[in-house]
């Protein structure tokens, strides 16, 4: 098998390597050369530069390729990915070839280039997760695009993708663009579990007065049994690091948080789609918050003196919270994504999504055994619901913030118990004339089913 990969930063290195370690023979190029020579030599010291060629050019690589060629894209998102698809035309790329993004790109900007370029080439996009460590030994990825266009080179990438229990996680999610969006939600949910453990080590520290050393104790054990997941392994193995001088490496390190955007885009589409991700949005808006500079660091020593509320902290109820919430953040992920499958019409696979979550991604977890297609879980975890009510309460009384945790107990809440949206309706028609719809499923106005003599100025 033959394939062609643009773009040789510390991704595409890794994944070229992963590519050449497989069997193919890849056709490798960087504006940079010496990215090119850097891969090279990597491929020399691992006894697979035989497979490898480096060009200086595009035009240089459609011509080592025999038709149908395969090209893969890791070039940062933008212009540049319309830039290089132009000049892989002009090099002569033809309408059975394959083109596949594998940036972080939107999913619009991927949904514009499929009809763009579909009567010069196939467009399809694949978003991988993994990071390098991922990308050169089995990362999780999430294509798409046509079916057609990806038969041939389907069987290849799923011996290069990292496996769950014998199974690929390599997966043609479904139609267009929603690689990419499945990405995107991939991220989304990431920042939620990341801002949930951190919630967890902030309750345990200063709730509970524990060292961060005692923290990581608590999440290595959580880690050994049913809650093994990435995110959790490595918060564990960070709270246990210290300095020469004996100091817990994450007191040096500022709270200041950055962000690439994904999570931002997923907050947005939620929104624009009218799909409830509270776990998700409020982990972003954290991120935001960490941001808010001098008047931040100013209302924190104004509070200093009215010190975090000591609290008692049952750590199987902890543990039962922490395990209830991630799921609900895989829930609203997958809503998520169910959402705009029907709204673009992309045919998207969820059990074939999940399978792509099960190992080499960042957001890989053993729980995710409880959540299947067709099967509501949250029906059969009614310990683990009633641990997170619990510990939302007592955190509460800490006076520490857990955006995460409180948004997914009111999401679970507003699920499960009876809604107030009736009168919400009535406030807007009273003030708007809206209008209102009735339980028999009448639409009509206030003034249809009652006498309002003098609305309240």
């Known amino acids: 098998m033959q394939v062609a990969l643009v773009g040789l930063g510390v991704m595409g290195k890794n994944l070229a390597l992963n590519l050449i370690e497989q069997g193919m023979t890849l056709v490798a190029y960087d504006k940079n050369p010496d990215a090119g020579e850097e891969l090279l030599s990597c491929a020399k010291l691992q006894g697979m530069a035989d497979r490898l060629h480096i060009v200086s050019d595009l035009g240089d690589m459609v011509k080592r390729l025999t038709p149908p060629r395969s090209i893969l894209l890791l070039v940062p998102a933008g212009e540049l990915v319309d830039k290089v698809c132009s000049e892989l035309v002009e090099a002569g790329v033809d309408c059975d070839d394959i083109i596949v993004d594998c940036g972080n790109s939107n999913y619009k900007d991927g949904i514009t280039r499929k009809l763009k370029y579909q009567n010069k080439f196939e467009f399809a996009t694949m978003g991988i ?15 798409s695009g046509s079916e057609g266009g990806w038969e041939r080179v389907e069987p290849w990438f799923e011996k290069v993708a990292a496996s769950y229990k014998g199974e690929s996680c390599f997966a043609r999610v479904g139609q267009s663009a929603s690689g990419h969006f499945v990405k995107m939600v991939h991220n989304g949910i990431e920042y939620a579990l990341m801002q949930l453990i951190a919630e967890m080590y902030q309750l345990l520290r200063l709730g509970t007065k524990r060292s961060p050393h005692e923290v990581a104790e608590i999440f290595n054990q959580w880690s050994e049994g049913s809650l093994n997941s990435y995110l959790l392994s490595i918060s564990s193995h960070i709270l246990s690091l210290e300095t020469n001088a004996d100091e817990a490496l994450v007191d040096l ?50 509070y200093a003196a009215k010190s975090t509320t000591h609290v008692e902290l049952d750590l199987d109820e902890l543990k039962d919270a922490f395990l209830f919430a991630s799921l609900l953040a895989y829930r609203q992920g997958l809503a998520l994504i169910k959402g705009a499958s029907r709204a673009h019409q992309w045919k998207v696979d969820l059990s074939k999504t999940l399978q792509t979550w099960r190992a080499g991604c960042i957001i890989r977890a053993d729980y995710l055994d409880n959540i299947a297609e067709g099967v509501e879980f949250i029906d059969t975890l009614e310990k683990e619901s009633l641990a997170l009510r619990k510990i939302c309460g007592q955190a509460m009384m800490t006076g520490l913030a857990f955006p ?19 009168l919400v309706q009535a406030q807007r028609d009273y003030f708007g004339e809206h209008g209102i719809k009735t339980h028999s499923g009448e639409v009509c106005h206030l003034t249809d089913l009652v006498e309002i003599d003098a609305k309240v100025r």
């Open 129 to 143: 997760s993994g990071g390098a460590e991922g990308a050169r030994h089995g990362p999780a990825m999430m294509a």
């Open 253 to 302: 390190i500022d709270n200041k948080v950055g962000a690439k955007g994904t999570g931002l885009w997923t907050a947005q589409n939620a929104l624009e789609l009218g799909i409830a991700v509270p776990s998700l949005v409020a982990a972003v808006q954290a991120r935001h918050l960490t941001n808010t500079g001098d008047t931040h660091a100013a209302k924190e020593m104004a």
């Open 404 to 422: 995460v945790l409180s948004s997914t107990q009111t999401y679970f809440a507003t699920l499960t118990t009876p809604s107030n949206g009736h």
